[in-house]
């Protein structure tokens, strides 16, 4: 009876250790599903995010329509596209000089929490903007287009959770010269446009383009491109985007072309705000 127990005992012993070893073998679905349920648990905070910042441009854009009655629409949807173009520059710059991490060096990198929230203010502004577009009927194709692709990619960064320091460099680069457009608009609205300080705007719009976003814009989707963590789609998304700006960066010489020869009023460049 002892040797009979015993021989149970072991047998019982040795069934223990073949379910731990089957245990190891066999895939354990439960990380894979916890990570799965954080991710989606962490897009909703920044969906919220967004919607929030979606919520008050478009407040920002009735006080202002309630405040200028006598001007247009487009006069309020100039003044929160100034009010945008300043803030995020100025909050997308100190991403990129002061909090980091660099672009060029980290390109891939996972999103941090100030990134996340210097993308989600503007991606409801961009969101608030085309609904604008496509209700007036403002803006050519090459505006739409830019203002798609922003959206896309500003979507598939914050869903991936990186790639959001090359983003941030990209809306600096970008935004930098947006409130230089909009003066230059309300000047001309103005009828100010045609002096000495319309000439200032002009050059420094024209400069800070082809300098920041043209060749500063080149050395960043060089470092995106070449770097092995970015996701290909954004890669993708990224030199369509750069060639958005080359159409801008046209449009822009043919002005200048104008106005160096033929010293003719020049017509709306909206179409080249961002």
């Not at 896309?152 to 680069?173: D, Q, R, Y």
């Not at 000495?196 to 043209?214: E, H, P, S």
């Not at 960043?220 to 290909?232: F, H, L, R």
């Not at 002005?255 to 179409?271: A, E």
């Amino acid at each position: 009876m002892r040797r009979g127990a015993g021989r149970a005992g072991t047998g019982r012993a040795e069934q223990g250790r073949d379910d731990k070893k089957l245990r190891h073998r066999l895939p354990n679905p439960s990380p894979s599903g916890s990570r799965e349920r954080r991710a989606g648990a962490g897009m909703v905070p920044i969906a919220l995010e967004v919607a929030g910042s979606f919520v008050t441009w478009l407040c920002l854009y009735s006080c202002f329509c309630r405040c200028n009655r006598r001007r247009s629409s487009k006069w309020s949807c100039r003044l929160v596209t100034l009010v945008h173009g300043l803030l995020v520059t100025f909050l997308s710059g100190y991403v990129l000089f002061l909090d980091g991490p660099w672009p060029l060096s980290h390109a891939g990198s996972p999103n941090t929490p100030l990134q996340i929230h210097v993308l989600s203010l503007t991606l409801g502004y961009f969101i608030f903007d085309l609904g604008w577009c496509l209700y007036f009927q403002t803006e050519g194709d090459l505006m739409l287009l830019h203002h798609t692709l922003s959206i896309c990619g500003m979507i598939l960064v914050l869903g991936l959770g990186k790639s959001a320091t090359e983003v941030n460099a990209v809306v600096f680069v970008s935004e930098i010269t947006n409130p230089l457009l909009q003066t230059r608009w309300f000047l001309r609205e103005m009828g100010s446009y045609h002096t000495f300080l319309g000439k200032v705007v002009d050059f420094l719009f024209v400069l800070l383009f082809l300098v920041l976003r043209i060749a500063g814009g080149a050395w960043i989707m060089y470092g995106m491109v070449t770097s092995p963590e970015p996701n290909w789609l954004l890669k993708a998304g990224g030199l369509a985007m750069y060639v958005v700006s080359l159409g801008f960066m046209v449009e822009i010489c043919r002005f200048v072309r104008r106005k160096m020869w033929k010293k003719t009023p020049s017509p709306d460049t909206r179409s080249l705000q961002e």
